[in-house]
């Protein structure tokens, strides 16, 4: 009898211990498909959003939405772009529309892989900015852009606008890249070291064809 039971228990402990060995070798699997749902999440997200700003150019002949509006502007509104573009305003025809996150910004602005529902910490929703070259100073026309799909439009990143001389708030949140939709709204994903941006790249052609959406002068 004591030894059937102790036999028993070795059968006991080696299953365990198959197991064991199993869930190591399909928690990465399991980890690694979670994240990449989470990239093509992200990209839709992009994507959605993407097609809100080329449709707001629709109807305000061509202009992007500014970045940031500030009070002093006098509109009688201030806020940023995905306010602009949400139902936040009441002109607003809700060019990004959807489920929303704790009843007040659609679902599509936020990033999966983000562990935040404000960019950088503040007041301001989502996990993706936008071009600052595009949305500032004034904002710029569509019609004026000639390289649609290699201009930037809105990309994973840690500000609501970000410039082509901000490397620090890119944000690679997928497999060490960053989502990015262009102006075309196609998305693909790149490591920070492959988006060009001025202090590395200095005032190359890529700098105008990825930021400014166009040809050097």
Known sequence: MFNKLKFTLVELLMVISIIII???????????????????KCAGNLRQTGYGFISYTGDYNGYFPYSHIPDWC?????GYWYRVLTQYWPESLGYITGRQVEGRYPASLY??????LSLYGQSTAGNYGVNAY???????????LTKVSSGILLMDGDDFSIGYDEVDDFAARHYGRCNIV??????????KSDIPYTPAWGWTPYIYNWWCASNPP
């Open 22 to 40: 199993l869930a190591g070798l399909l928690l990465p699997a399991l980890k690694s498909a979670k994240d990449k749902a989470s990239q093509i």
């Open 74 to 78: 006098k509109t009688g509104y201030s």
């Open 111 to 116: 990033c999966p892989s983000s562990n935040s």
């Open 134 to 144: 595009l949305s500032c100073n004034p904002p710029k026309s569509i019609d004026r």
């Open 182 to 191: 262009f102006v075309d709204c196609h998305v693909d994903k790149f490591k």
